[in-house]
């Protein structure tokens, strides 16, 4: 199908974005944590988002904790920065791990462009890191690699829940899926009472472990060259 944009425009505005691209990705040389990031204004760290969901990151040398939020959430009487409206509910997050021994190399990027978050490890045995998300389904991916010799072992824990509230949660698997929920307010015009993040490791085996109602791990190891 045609392009309904003139190709000047299109080549123009490829063009000018070219140009900016150095100043539309954040770096960090350092691991920045979660009280460096947090905000109840704009966020202070990198982050995704596709209107619906959003994530934001805070890290170690060995590896990045992903906070998820439903963006359009009326709940826990939070308001945005504007002081009236929808507020973002923490729904819970994905915290992974590399166990690996610290090194320097550490790197994070946030490429407003690629819509990516990219991280490489402070670890002897480096992994790669690249976190993106779809547009029309609420599908949060990230791909680990690594080019070391060895297999490098790592664990995801998913993970319900927030630290300032006490409503009810739950967490278990099923085959390959892991599940976690966590319910909310249901008195007063609340759209919603339960919200749950489903997680899902592909091209390797993993080991699964409930830890409690709100987490369970997936253990597994990168195989060097194989995504």
């Given at each position: 199908?045609p392009s309904c944009l003139p190709t000047q425009n299109v080549e123009?505005?490829?063009?000018?974005?070219?140009?900016?691209?150095?100043?539309?990705?954040?770096?960090?040389?350092?691991?920045?944590?979660?009280?460096?990031?947090?905000?109840?204004?704009?966020?202070?760290?990198?982050?995704?988002?596709?209107?619906?969901?959003?994530?934001?990151?805070?890290?170690?040398?060995?590896?990045?904790?992903?906070?998820?939020?439903?963006?359009?959430?009326?709940?826990?009487?939070?308001?945005?920065?504007?002081?009236?409206?929808?507020?973002?509910?923490?729904?819970?997050?994905?915290?992974?791990?590399?166990h690996s021994q610290p090194a320097e190399g550490f790197g994070y990027?946030?490429?407003?462009?690629?819509?990516?978050?990219?991280?490489?490890?402070?670890?002897?045995?480096?992994?790669?890191?690249?976190?993106?998300?779809?547009?029309?389904?609420?599908?949060?991916?990230?791909?680990?690699?690594?080019?070391?010799?060895?297999?490098?072992?790592?664990?995801?824990?998913?993970?319900?829940?927030?630290?300032?509230?006490?409503?009810?949660?739950?967490?278990?698997?099923?085959?390959?899926?892991?599940?976690?929920?966590?319910?909310?307010?249901?008195?007063?015009?609340?759209?919603?009472?339960?919200?749950?993040?489903?997680?899902?490791?592909?091209?390797?085996?993993?080991?699964?472990?409930?830890?409690?109602?709100?987490?369970?791990?997936?253990?597994?190891?990168?195989?060097?060259?194989?995504?």
């Amino acid at each position: 199908m045609p392009s309904c944009l003139p190709t000047q425009n299109v080549e123009t505005e490829a063009g000018y974005f070219k140009d900016k691209k150095q100043i539309l990705t954040a770096r960090w040389n350092q691991p920045f944590s979660q009280e460096e990031t947090e905000s109840r204004h704009a966020p202070k760290g990198p982050f995704l988002g596709n209107g619906d969901v959003g994530i934001i990151t805070y890290t170690t040398s060995d590896g990045q904790t992903l906070r998820i939020g439903k963006v359009d959430f009326i709940t826990d009487n939070w308001e945005d920065w504007t002081g009236n409206g929808p507020a973002a509910l923490p729904v819970g997050g994905l915290e992974i791990n590399v166990h690996s021994q610290p090194a320097e190399g550490f790197g994070y990027e946030m490429s407003q462009l690629e819509a990516e978050l990219r991280m490489k490890t402070g670890t002897r045995e480096q992994v790669d890191m690249v976190t993106w998300m779809t547009m029309d389904d609420n599908y949060v991916v990230t791909e680990l690699s690594t080019k070391t010799g060895k297999p490098v072992p790592v664990t995801v824990t998913t993970y319900a829940g927030c630290e300032d509230t006490c409503y009810a949660t739950t967490a278990d698997f099923c085959g390959e899926v892991t599940q976690v929920s966590r319910r909310t307010k249901s008195e007063g015009n609340v759209r919603w009472i339960n919200c749950a993040i489903s997680t899902r490791i592909v091209g390797t085996e993993s080991r699964k472990h409930k830890l409690s109602n709100a987490q369970v791990t997936d253990n597994f190891t990168v195989i060097p060259s194989t995504p």
